[in-house]
């Protein structure tokens, strides 16, 4: 079974960088099969989409919110994925999760969840 890891987040002031890591370990199809995302969930609020990148790591994906500051990839030989946040924002902070993606969604049938990573922007 396939796990996903998070790492990398911190407690930031606007306008600093952060670079998330997600890491999949274990067997399965999960990383070198599908397109992968960030997702985040602040307190309080639903989870939301953030950026995605396809199969070959050419194609991305971003919420308005965060294009142009953030910038997804992803290594394939090392089944891991990062998120390279820069010009934080208060408004960016969150528990943020990994997970197989399609068409912005979380892929159906995916519940094999992190522990996430915290990112905590302040003004």
């Known amino acids: 079974q396939v796990q996903l890891v998070e790492s990398g987040g911190g407690l930031v002031q606007a306008g600093d960088s952060l670079r998330l890591s997600c890491a999949a370990t274990?067997?399965?199809?999960?990383?070198?099969?599908?397109?992968m995302g960030w997702f985040r969930q602040a307190p309080g609020k639903d989870r939301e989409f953030v950026a995605a990148?396809?199969?070959?790591?050419?194609?991305?994906a971003y919420a308005d919110s965060v294009k142009g500051r953030f910038t997804i990839s992803r290594d394939n030989r090392r089944n891991t994925m990062y998120l390279q946040m820069n010009r934080l924002k208060p408004e960016d902070t969150a528990d943020y999760y990994c997970?197989?993606?399609?068409?912005?969604?979380?892929?159906?049938?995916?519940?094999?969840w992190g522990q996430g990573t915290q990112v905590t922007v302040s003004s």
């Open positions: 990148v396809d199969l070959s790591g050419r194609n991305s």
């Open positions: 274990g067997s399965g199809r999960t990383f070198g099969s599908f397109a």
């Open positions: 997970a197989p993606v399609f068409n912005r969604e979380v892929r159906a049938g995916f519940n094999s």
